[in-house]
């Protein structure tokens, strides 16, 4: 599945953190980790904005809570909220159609 | 984190909310966090926005409204319904930020606010905020699933708005007994707690307002009717127990001269009159003369009905000739009819509070007020109409309400309670006899008074309505055509007593007339006798000159030459010659 969405547009991710909050630092980890691991055959981008030195950029886009990744592309966008530690669910959002 | 030096004073922000800020002593404390807890529909959304738009529109202070729960379309709504315009006031001075997390986000692991914060942060120093709302925190937090982790957010939450030194407000809801467990923390870490309740007694919903804590200030620790208005959250305003009103020396007529007299001048301007009685004892009349004369004062007055039509009153009354529809005509008289029926009591309070506001009145008649309390036996809607009349009073409104008494019973007690705090409290009742049924009106009691203590009879006719005196006669009183028996009785007493006083005038005048002929009789004789004493001196005193002529003439004839003296004498006193006789002898 992943194959299919990786023939026309890369895998676009983008992470919201606060600062050096744990949740945040864990949830970077956690998300290099993920890309390193099932989406080394897929071109994709890894994004890391900073809510405390961006915060109106997380009010453009709807961002509440942080850590939270956004899968960008492809369409449509996905939201998963919290540090990643739960990878299949990251996963699962991450290949959902 | 260092320790902060305490802020020495509470100082406070003003809500809005009617009643609120009374029993607080000015609102919520500023720079502090207060929790609005409360079941479902009982209002903490409503009393945190309204406290957000007063400031907004009181003091130009701008805040921040987070939602977790409604989205911003929806409280924009909402808040329409109260009159306030929410997108107006977003330009400058309010902030909405959209909290939910859409349903189809999922999560994956644990999640904290240090980001949002630091995103409100930015937003309330840009926009120079001094308030924020947490709204429905819970729905966020209980995603965490994890206790721990809940209480460590609340905890950011709680020290992040102490380093900002933004007034908080975070509502929470309290309707499930272990969502109350679980965040019961809450209520010990912030410094105020309201509490919202919502109850059904009867079928008839009641709101209360409770507040439960506040640190460094006085408050009023009871539980408090509040009502929705549609100008937002409103205390049934009991406030603070100690009654401060504007007292009046003025007088204002009943619209019954006689009732007037009664109260020796009428009723007390600003103070609540109640008329009690049974069905049919002619309590809507009085209410229409005291409007009739109210309006014709000029005055503002709004005449609030239950169960009966404002047509059907304006008709019933003009029957014994108080004309409301000209004053209707004017303006000046306002007629209200409604159901008891319906909303709960504390809302048709609210209702009616609303319609005072309104039309302004200084005159209200409400007919019958006990139809609101009757319908629940409870405590809570003897206050509020308790309440409601503190309110007019506060107002200075003069207020005559009607309260009717079960069946035909005499006893003065009404159940409402509100006789207590009526200042003037007629009575009228029947009374039957001798196969009539009468009206009696007393006046049970007038604060501040004078008031007679008669028993008076009501009659109602085509030319109107009058108060007679009763007669009481071998110890009962007469009214109706008991009366009218001892009144032609009396009359009939009266012109015996008349006729009576003329015949001994009459006599008493004859006496006199005879009396004063005996007089004229004495004085005629009196006349006669002076007379005749008259004529017996002037007898006797011609004799005597005679004799004294005839011896003066004797003397010239003997030629005797001496005493002259004695003849000059002789002419001054009728004695001398007496003497002289003597000598000559």
């Known amino acids: 599945m992943g194959k299919a969405g990786g023939k026309k547009a890369a895998l676009v991710l983008r992470l919201y953190v606060a600062g050096s909050a744990p949740n945040s630092l864990r949830a970077i980890a956690n998300a290099r980790a993920l890309c390193a691991e099932h989406f080394v055959a897929t071109r994709h981008e890894l994004e890391i904005v900073d809510l405390l030195l961006h915060p109106e950029q997380a009010m453009a886009d709807g961002v509440i809570v942080t850590p939270t990744l956004v899968r960008l592309s492809p369409l449509p966008a996905r939201k998963v909220i919290g540090n990643l530690s739960d990878s299949k669910q990251v996963l699962l959002v991450l290949n959902s159609q | 984190m260092k320790i902060q030096s305490p802020r020495p004073v509470v100082t406070k922000m003003l809500t809005g909310i009617q009643g609120f800020d009374e029993i607080t002593g000015g609102g919520l404390p500023r720079g502090r966090t207060t929790l609005v807890k409360g079941g479902p529909g009982c209002g903490k959304t409503v009393f945190a926005l309204q406290a957000l738009v007063n400031a907004a529109q009181r003091t130009k202070e701008a805040s921040v409204f987070v939602a977790f729960e409604e989205s911003t379309r929806q409280i924009v709504a909402n808040a329409a319904t109260f009159g306030w315009d929410l997108p107006a006031l977003e330009k400058k001075k309010l902030f909405f930020l959209d909290a939910r997390l859409s349903p189809d986000v999922v999560k994956a692991g644990e999640f904290d606010l240090v980001g949002m914060l630091s995103v409100l942060e930015a937003k309330a120093k840009q926009i120079d905020a001094r308030c924020i709302v947490f709204d429905g925190i819970d729905v966020l937090l209980s995603l965490l699933d994890d206790s721990v982790a809940e209480r460590r957010e609340i905890y950011r939450i709680r020290d992040w708005l102490s380093h900002t030194g933004l007034t908080g407000i975070i509502t929470q809801k309290a309707s499930a007994p272990d969502g109350d467990q679980r965040y019961s923390f809450l209520q010990f870490m912030v410094d105020c707690v309201v509490i919202l309740r919502h109850q059904v007694l009867d079928g008839s919903a009641f709101r209360n307002l409770r507040v439960m804590k506040y640190r460094g200030s006085g408050f009023s620790a009871d539980e408090f009717p509040i009502t929705l208005t549609n100008a937002g959250l409103q205390l049934t305003n009991r406030g603070p127990t100690e009654l401060q009103y504007e007292v009046c020396d003025e007088r204002v007529s009943s619209g019954l001269p006689r009732l007037d007299v009664m109260l020796r001048g009428g009723y007390h301007r600003g103070s609540n009159v109640l008329i009690s009685g049974a069905p049919g004892t002619a309590k809507s009349t009085l209410c229409g003369l005291f409007a009739v004369a109210a309006c014709k004062r000029g005055e503002r007055t709004l005449y609030v009905s239950f169960d009966e039509g404002a047509a059907q009153i304006v008709r019933n009354l003009g029957s014994v000739g108080i004309a409301l529809a000209p004053h209707q005509k004017s303006g000046l008289l306002k007629m209200y009819s409604t159901r008891t029926r319906g909303p709960n009591v504390e809302d048709q309070f609210g209702d009616l509070r609303a319609r005072v506001r309104a039309h302004r009145p200084t005159c209200l008649v409400i007919d019958p007020l006990s139809a609101l309390s009757t319908k629940l036996a409870h405590v809570a809607s003897a206050d509020a109409a308790q309440q409601f009349l503190d309110f007019l009073k506060g107002e200075g409104i003069t207020v005559v309400n009607t309260s009717l008494m079960d069946g035909l019973s005499t006893d003065e007690a009404t159940a409402t309670g509100i006789s207590t705090i009526a200042d003037t409290w007629i009575h009228v009742s029947y009374v039957v006899q001798d196969g009539e049924r009468n009206r009696a009106l007393t006046i049970v009691k007038s604060r501040g008074t004078g008031h007679s203590n008669q028993v008076r009879e009501l009659t ?126």
Request: no cysteine.
């Open chain 2, 460 to 585: 109602l006719s085509d030319e109107g309505v009058t108060l007679t005196d009763v007669f009481v006669a071998q110890g009962k009183v007469l009214m109706g055509v008991a009366r009218w028996e001892w009144e032609q009785e009396e009359q009939a007493t009266k012109k015996r007593t008349q006729v009576a006083a003329d015949l001994k005038r009459l006599q008493l005048q004859l006496a006199q007339a005879e009396a004063a002929a005996r007089l004229q009789v004495v004085q005629t004789e009196m006349e006669a006798r002076s007379a005749e004493i008259a004529v017996l001196a002037l007898a006797t005193g011609s004799a005597s000159r005679l004799v004294a002529t005839d011896r003066a003439v004797l003397r010239k004839m003997r030629h005797a030459d001496e005493e002259v003296g004695l003849a000059t004498r002789t002419g001054a006193k009728g004695r001398a010659p007496r003497n002289g006789e003597g000598e000559v002898r």
